[in-house]
């Protein structure tokens, strides 16, 4: 069955195809990178790594532990980079290793400030599974371990990434074009 939007339907940029075959091999190459960790503690970004978090500790085979983080980036006078944790995580990090895994890598500035607090709080290593990595964007840097894809500086909506809560349950990854008027009244 065809998804169909209410709004105007995205540009592909991944199909769901290319989504699932690549989370195979990510999960793989978790699986071999963290066969000692018991177990893997799995922390989510909140709300746009959702839906890939689930499709890859599906098919993860270690022991994992679940996790979320959600943040906010103040806005509006205030410099870039100013984060506050809405919501933290329950379990205890200290001498555990940390997946972090994110829906997308841009400006970096929110995922340096929670890789920085996990490392502060002792965890003996932490490592980032980013889905989409769009390094043009960057202003700050942050080493992702396992890239799900590079993508151009575009803004992209579907499998967990939203515009105005919207597009979120796309099955693939689209490309909104400019002149779409989501949202506006």
Partial sequence: MEFEPLYPKPEILIAAEDLGRRITELAADIDRDFQSADPLI???????????????????????????????????????GEVRIRKDIDLSIRGRDVLLIEDIVDTGYTLRTILDLLRFRGARTVKLCALLDKAAAREVEVPIDYCGFQIDNVFVVGYGLDLDERYRNLPYIGVVQEDDEVGKD
């Fill in 42 to 80: 799995c922390v989510g970004v909140l709300k746009g790594s959702v839906f890939f978090m689930v499709d890859l500790l599906q098919q993860v085979k270690i022991p994992v532990a679940v996790d979320f983080f959600q943040t906010a980036s103040y806005r509006g006078g205030t410099s870039p």
